[in-house]
């Protein structure tokens, strides 16, 4: 049996290949200048810092946080001041704010931007769980015009008052088919004068079920002309990372559930953008070195090895996905505790079984199906704020954050 293969360093890179330049190497948001056009898309649960470091090892490109609540930051909720806490080796800082009140949003700007904790701010208008747009928020928010257009222009122009800090807005197309809102949503932010726009191509109805609608990118970035308008949905590799900007003449990608157990996919696609990055032979061995690297991270961001040991399980399908590991291997890698009972179960695996292909490839995380949106009563009768959604929204306005 081989030993575990750890995650190779930073200086192990790979040559981009010789037909990178006919692709943008770099992405400019803001003053923030990126080796390649590559963002990690905020994910609940799965951002932390721990993962943003990891992902950092193996590629280059913008790691930002899980979403944090404006109200919680305002309020200095302790496990929000912890989710916005970089390591010292995370630069670019990137945080994602999640809001429903212009003037919460602008105070947990300002507080960013002024006790220096990011050089670059994201606001989520793309969320699709239910718990957020049953309230008016996330996904459901951009159909209220005005209320949408107050938030972003307030937080932009603290985010410009207070420093040289980009604020950008990541959307999705609408609540369903008959109820787009990216089209006027990136208008808006333009003209608020956000450093860029993402939008993720499927509506809140679709949730991350079928394909996304690559051809709404293409039309965001015919309106949308004086800033970078990223693409997000569907990309599990470099090459289609380059196939969505070719496709949709989009300046960068958003990726988000295609990472989830490869973390050396930002290798991959800094390759494709001709950057610097690590382009691993994945066999099982290597995955296992990942994988025991990330848990050793997530011990570090916790500071608690049993809680490290803990969040790293729910991992491990995603890790092994299309490996030759067996099912009972599995159950003990989704119930240790410790990073001993972990070394000793990724010790007992075929360190040479090659990379499976197709089988470790396509959809991993969560899909669901196409639903009804969950929404507020008479949320979509106006597009104007009445009393009642006043009352309801301020409901979504969650006092914790990281989903």
């Known amino acids: 049996m081989s030993t575990l293969t750890a995650a190779p360093a930073v200086t192990d890179r790979t040559p981009p290949p010789a037909d990178a330049s006919a692709m943008p190497?770099?992405?400019?948001?803001?003053?923030?200048?990126?080796?390649?056009?590559?963002?990690?898309?905020?994910?609940?649960?799965?951002?932390?810092?721990?993962?943003?470091?990891?992902?950092?090892?193996?590629?280059?490109?913008?790691?930002?946080s899980e979403m944090i609540t404006t109200r919680a930051l305002v309020e200095r909720n302790a496990t929000t001041m912890r989710l916005i806490t970089h390591h010292e080796s995370e630069t670019p800082r990137s945080i994602q704010l999640y809001g429903v009140d212009p003037a919460t949003t602008e105070a947990a700007v300002r507080l960013l931007v002024d006790e220096d904790r990011a050089d670059h701010i994201d606001l989520n208008f793309g969320c699709p769980v239910p718990k957020v747009t049953r309230k008016g928020g996330g996904a459901a928010l951009p159909w209220?015009?005005?209320?949408?257009?107050?938030?972003?222009?307030?937080?932009a122009r603290a985010a410009r008052a207070a420093g040289d800090v980009p604020l950008t807005v990541k959307m999705r197309k609408g609540i369903d088919a008959d109820h787009l809102t990216f089209l006027d949503a990136g208008r808006i932010a333009e003209d608020a004068?956000?450093?860029?726009?993402?939008?993720?191509?499927?509506?809140a109805s679709e949730f991350y079920s079928g394909t996304a609608d690559w051809d709404a990118i293409a039309q965001l970035k015919q309106v949308v002309t004086s800033i970078p308008v990223?693409?997000?949905?569907?990309?599990?590799?470099?090459?289609?990372?380059v196939r969505m900007m070719a496709e949709t003449g989009c300046d960068g990608v958003v990726v988000g559930r295609g990472c989830l157990g490869r973390p050396w996919l930002f290798g991959d696609l800094a390759h494709a953008f001709g950057a610097p990055g690590i382009r691993p032979d994945a066999t099982l061995g290597f995955v296992a070195g990942a994988f025991r690297r990330h848990a050793e991270l997530l011990v570090?961001?916790?500071?608690?090895?049993?809680?490290?040991?803990?969040?790293?399980?729910?991992?491990?399908?995603?890790y092994f996905k299309g490996y030759p590991v067996g099912g009972d291997t599995r159950a003990a890698l989704a119930t240790a505790s410790t990073l001993a009972e972990y070394d000793d179960l990724l010790a007992t695996l075929d360190h040479d079984a090659p990379y499976p292909g197709a089988a470790a490839e396509g959809q991993r995380g969560r899909a669901g199906t196409p639903k009804r949106p969950a929404l507020p009563d008479g949320w979509l009768a106006t597009r104007e704020m009445s009393g009642d959604a006043s009352r309801t929204l301020a409901e979504a306005e969650l006092d914790t954050s990281g989903g």
């Open 300 to 318: 570090e961001f916790f500071d608690d090895e049993g809680r490290g040991c803990r969040d790293i399980r729910k991992h491990v399908a995603w």
């Open 144 to 155: 209220k015009t005005e209320l949408f257009r107050e938030i972003v222009t307030r937080a």
């Open 193 to 203: 004068g956000v450093a860029a726009v993402a939008l993720h191509a499927r509506t």
């Open 230 to 241: 990223l693409g997000n949905g569907d990309i599990w590799s470099g090459a289609d990372a």
């Open 25 to 64: 190497s770099a992405l400019r948001i803001g003053p923030i200048t990126l080796d390649a056009p590559v963002v990690l898309a905020p994910m609940a649960g799965i951002t932390n810092t721990a993962f943003r470091r990891l992902c950092r090892e193996y590629g280059a490109g913008l790691y930002v």
